[in-house]
């Protein structure tokens, strides 16, 4: 390629401009609040009335930049018990703690063992809360040497510290759940850290602050020359910082978190991470990359990072380094003090020698084959054949301007589609996450952190939940404190949806809850209307016109739907709407049967949502005919309404399967009302439809 050395300036430039802000929500921020939420409903097996208590961290807590190539492999989730408790040896028992522990909580010293960074826990004392001023006393326990193991016999789903749960839909990221202890103080073996000498103010006071007090963890995972020994293997525990990182790696600018990921991206994709050596030899990981950038953000001027800005320069730079500690087996941990996370049985020689090699013109040529090449193949044919076959700098410019105009312009498509995978997937998840009030809480909060509005619309399914329940089972006292949790936050009216009287009146009760829900459905269909005007056309009362049929208002809902199919009407981008099982009472019996149909004959639809979804203008030709031939209208209105659905079905592709079920079921019952002659003197191009 000719003008080679310029083409490192043409990286920078690529990458600058792909590797966006991380919009508000998207599908791995939502997968891994519905994942929580699912675990804090869970109790440890063997106990009760512990409570578990989880942190999204890894990748998904850690960067705030989109790149085009994703940067997130899977979901890692650490979670501790409430009823468990780390403590730094010596340190005084603790006389308050989060509102999120248990009222008796078992503490384990922290022993140091002759690894740095690795420790032991020795049970020592029970923390007793009184009700009375809400301190907690301290019990010592008769016996001193009780450690607590860090696995059990059987560790065959233990991967490193993490239980590995697979993914159940194609669409969902993998995940590694990790059990921990959490220790509110900041621990001894990185006593240095907080005050240690810094010459560029990183990371800046505020940081170090709230670092600290974030305290660590510490995982069950020993050390990795360690595992086999027989005592050690099975005692043996890990301080985790990951608390820490979450915080500081926030903090970086984007030049720092774009390096990051390209240097991860690098590592990976040359398989010089966690290589498949089937020998004890230690291989290089993510951590140690991130360890390598902590110190670079500390060691380096913010001058190194911002002038004269060539984002290959910077990673040539931090690889020669890296070479340098891998030559040198010296890898110094970023918290503790004398912890070296190489030794001499790691089998990185070769590793050490090819990062040793790499210069400014290979990783510019490589960034270009490697990362600009990957990301070309994820545009349009038109934008991504130039970039195919590239020869000169100019031809390369060309086609990475193209990609960059074709990144810019899908920012609100892509968002557009997290939403839409949101709203598929909360209504999935909120029944199989045993609906509780802690999970309500959970989701309410964290939601309400991504965007307000998937707090109505988590409030709104979870409401169309309570009720089905109740249709089927009849109240009882466990809903209440969950109706409570979920409309205090949204309206004032759980008092009267609580009240005495109501709960005997069984269909009253759903009534009014469906009433609720859909008006939460409908302020959320608003929002996304509102955001997304410019994307794709989204009328707001499709639930409020079905809620109107179901309660035999047929002519508001005929008035509601009418409206949205002249709304919808020759719209290339319509919304969908999903008949999930909390849904389903809002529905006519027929969607219902024909939803249920599809099911019995192919479960695999229950997975893929696209079978069991139906067009908002669809489900308005629905409830606009059901209304028409419900209040009797006249010959010419209905043949209007059936060249609107011969038009409707045309337009939906074969795949649609509801939606061609459903306008065909309606185009059967328009028939049946008109005769031969009237079907034929009428158009199949409507302009304009009769509403009385």
């Given at each position: 390629m000719?003008?080679?050395c310029?083409?490192?300036?043409?990286?920078?430039?690529?990458?600058?401009?792909?590797c966006?802000?991380?919009?508000?929500?998207?599908?791995?921020?939502m997968?891994?609040?519905?994942?929580?939420?699912?675990?804090?409903?869970?109790?440890?097996?063997?106990?009760?009335?512990a409570e578990?208590?989880?942190?999204?961290t890894?990748s998904?807590?850690e960067?705030y930049?989109?790149p085009?190539?994703?940067?997130?492999?899977?979901?890692?989730?650490?979670?501790?018990?409430?009823t468990?408790?780390a403590?730094?040896?010596?340190?005084?028992?603790?006389?308050?703690l989060?509102?999120?522990?248990?009222?008796?909580?078992?503490?384990?010293?922290?022993?140091?063992?002759?690894?740095?960074?690795?420790v032991?826990?020795?049970f020592?004392?029970?923390?007793?809360?009184?009700?009375?001023?809400?301190?907690?006393?301290?019990?010592?326990?008769?016996?001193t040497?009780?450690?607590?193991a860090s696995?059990?016999?059987?560790s065959?789903?233990?991967h490193g510290p993490?239980?590995?749960?697979?993914?159940?839909?194609s669409?969902?990221?993998?995940?590694?759940?990790?059990l921990?202890?959490h220790?509110l103080?900041?621990?001894?073996?990185?006593?240095?850290?907080?005050?240690?000498?810094?010459n560029?103010?990183?990371?800046?006071?505020?940081?170090?602050?709230?670092?600290?007090?974030n305290?660590?963890?510490?995982?069950?995972?020993?050390?990795?020359?360690?595992?086999?020994?027989?005592?050690?293997?099975?005692?043996?525990?890990r301080?985790?910082?990951s608390?820490?990182?979450?915080v500081?790696?926030?903090?970086?600018?984007?030049v720092?978190q774009?390096v990051?990921?390209?240097l991860?991206?690098?590592?990976?994709?040359?398989?010089?991470?966690?290589?498949?050596?089937?020998?004890?030899?230690?291989?290089?990981?993510?951590?140690?990359?991130k360890?390598?950038m902590?110190?670079a953000?500390?060691?380096?001027?913010?001058?190194?990072?911002t002038?004269?800005?060539?984002l290959v320069?910077?990673?040539?730079?931090?690889l020669?380094?890296?070479?340098?500690w891998?030559?040198?087996?010296?890898?110094p941990?970023?918290?503790?003090n004398?912890?070296?996370l190489?030794?001499?049985?790691?089998n990185v020689g070769s590793?050490?020698?090819?990062l040793?090699s790499?210069?400014?013109d290979?990783?510019?040529t490589?960034?270009?084959?490697n990362?600009?090449?990957?990301?070309?193949?994820?545009?349009?044919?038109?934008v991504s054949?130039?970039y195919?076959?590239?020869?000169?700098?100019?031809?390369?410019q060309?086609?990475?301007?193209r990609?960059?105009?074709?990144?810019?312009?899908?920012?609100?498509d892509?968002?557009?589609?997290?939403?839409?995978?949101?709203?598929?997937y909360?209504p999935?998840?909120?029944?199989?996450?045993?609906?509780s009030?802690?999970?309500c809480?959970?989701c309410v909060?964290?939601?309400t952190?991504?965007?307000e509005?998937?707090?109505?619309?988590?409030?709104?399914?979870?409401?169309?939940?309570?009720?089905?329940?109740?249709s089927?089972n009849?109240f009882?006292?466990?809903v209440v404190?969950?109706l409570?949790t979920?409309?205090?936050r949204?309206?004032?009216?759980?008092?009267?949806?609580?009240?005495?009287?109501?709960?005997?009146n069984?269909p009253?009760?759903?009534?009014l809850?469906?009433?609720?829900?859909?008006?939460?459905?409908?302020?959320?269909?608003?929002l996304?209307?509102?955001?997304?005007?410019?994307v794709?056309?989204?009328?707001t009362?499709?639930f409020?016109?079905?809620?109107?049929?179901?309660r035999?208002?047929?002519?508001?809902?005929?008035?509601l739907?009418t409206?949205?199919?002249?709304?919808?009407?020759?719209k290339?981008?319509?919304?969908d709407?999903?008949?999930?099982?909390?849904?389903i009472?809002?529905?006519?019996v027929d969607?219902?049967?024909?939803?249920?149909?599809?099911?019995?004959e192919?479960?695999?639809?229950?997975?893929?949502?696209?079978y069991?979804?139906i067009s908002?203008v669809?489900?308005?030709?629905?409830?606009?005919?059901?209304?028409q031939?419900?209040?009797?209208?006249?010959?010419?209105?209905l043949?209007?309404t059936?060249?609107?659905?011969k038009?409707?079905q045309?337009?939906h592709?074969?795949?649609?399967?509801?939606?061609?079920?459903?306008?065909?079921?309606?185009?059967?019952?328009v028939?049946?009302h008109?005769?031969a002659?009237a079907?034929?003197?009428f158009?199949?191009?409507?302009?304009?439809?009769?509403?009385s």
């Amino acid at each position: 390629m000719a003008d080679e050395c310029d083409v490192s300036e043409i990286v920078t430039k690529f990458l600058f401009n792909t590797c966006r802000l991380l919009p508000r929500v998207t599908e791995r921020n939502m997968q891994a609040v519905m994942l929580c939420a699912f675990m804090v409903t869970k109790h440890p097996e063997d106990d009760e009335e512990a409570e578990i208590i989880p942190l999204t961290t890894g990748s998904v807590a850690e960067f705030y930049i989109e790149p085009m190539l994703p940067n997130v492999g899977d979901i890692d989730v650490m979670f501790h018990h409430n009823t468990q408790l780390a403590i730094p040896r010596g340190h005084p028992p603790p006389t308050q703690l989060p509102a999120e522990f248990h009222s008796y909580v078992k503490v384990h010293e922290i022993i140091d063992s002759h690894l740095p960074g690795y420790v032991y826990l020795r049970f020592s004392y029970l923390l007793t809360r009184f009700t009375v001023d809400g301190k907690y006393y301290h019990y010592a326990c008769e016996e001193t040497n009780i450690y607590y193991a860090s696995r059990d016999n059987d560790s065959t789903n233990i991967h490193g510290p993490a239980t590995l749960t697979d993914r159940s839909n194609s669409s969902q990221l993998s995940v590694d759940s990790v059990l921990c202890i959490h220790c509110l103080v900041w621990p001894q073996q990185a006593a240095d850290w907080p005050t240690r000498h810094r010459n560029y103010d990183w990371p800046d006071s505020a940081t170090l602050d709230r670092v600290v007090s974030n305290g660590c963890d510490v995982v069950r995972v020993a050390h990795r020359l360690c595992k086999q020994h027989e005592w050690m293997g099975k005692f043996q525990w890990r301080l985790s910082f990951s608390r820490a990182e979450i915080v500081l790696i926030n903090s970086w600018m984007p030049v720092q978190q774009i390096v990051y990921h390209l240097l991860r991206y690098f590592m990976k994709t040359e398989r010089l991470t966690d290589c498949a050596d089937k020998s004890e030899a230690g291989t290089l990981s993510n951590y140690h990359i991130k360890t390598l950038m902590l110190w670079a953000c500390e060691l380096k001027p913010r001058s190194w990072w911002t002038a004269n800005l060539n984002l290959v320069r910077i990673c040539v730079e931090l690889l020669n380094t890296l070479s340098v500690w891998m030559t040198d087996i010296r890898c110094p941990h970023y918290f503790v003090n004398n912890c070296n996370l190489l030794d001499n049985s790691f089998n990185v020689g070769s590793v050490a020698s090819k990062l040793m090699s790499i210069d400014e013109d290979y990783l510019s040529t490589w960034f270009v084959n490697n990362y600009i090449g990957q990301c070309a193949q994820r545009c349009p044919n038109n934008v991504s054949r130039l970039y195919s076959g590239v020869c000169t700098r100019n031809e390369l410019q060309n086609a990475v301007s193209r990609i960059i105009r074709w990144r810019l312009n899908t920012t609100l498509d892509d968002l557009w589609h997290a939403v839409r995978f949101a709203e598929y997937y909360i209504p999935r998840h909120v029944p199989e996450n045993s609906l509780s009030v802690r999970s309500c809480i959970y989701c309410v909060n964290e939601l309400t952190k991504i965007d307000e509005c998937f707090t109505v619309y988590f409030s709104a399914t979870a409401l169309l939940h309570v009720a089905y329940k109740i249709s089927r089972n009849g109240f009882s006292d466990e809903v209440v404190p969950i109706l409570s949790t979920i409309l205090e936050r949204s309206f004032s009216q759980f008092c009267g949806v609580l009240s005495p009287p109501l709960r005997s009146n069984i269909p009253e009760l759903v009534g009014l809850l469906q009433k609720s829900a859909v008006e939460h459905l409908t302020t959320f269909r608003q929002l996304e209307a509102r955001l997304f005007v410019s994307v794709v056309t989204i009328v707001t009362t499709d639930f409020e016109a079905l809620y109107a049929y179901k309660r035999g208002d047929y002519q508001r809902c005929l008035q509601l739907s009418t409206q949205n199919v002249h709304t919808l009407w020759n719209k290339v981008n319509m919304f969908d709407v999903q008949t999930f099982p909390e849904f389903i009472p809002l529905m006519d019996v027929d969607i219902v049967s024909l939803t249920a149909l599809i099911l019995m004959e192919n479960q695999e639809c229950r997975d893929d949502s696209g079978y069991v979804c139906i067009s908002q203008v669809t489900l308005s030709l629905y409830l606009m005919t059901q209304c028409q031939l419900k209040l009797g209208h006249s010959m010419t209105s209905l043949a209007q309404t059936l060249d609107y659905i011969k038009v409707a079905q045309r337009r939906h592709p074969r795949w649609c399967v509801l939606d061609q079920l459903t306008l065909k079921l309606i185009e059967r019952k328009v028939t049946k009302h008109l005769p031969a002659a009237a079907i034929l003197n009428f158009s199949t191009k409507p302009n304009n439809l009769a509403v009385s």
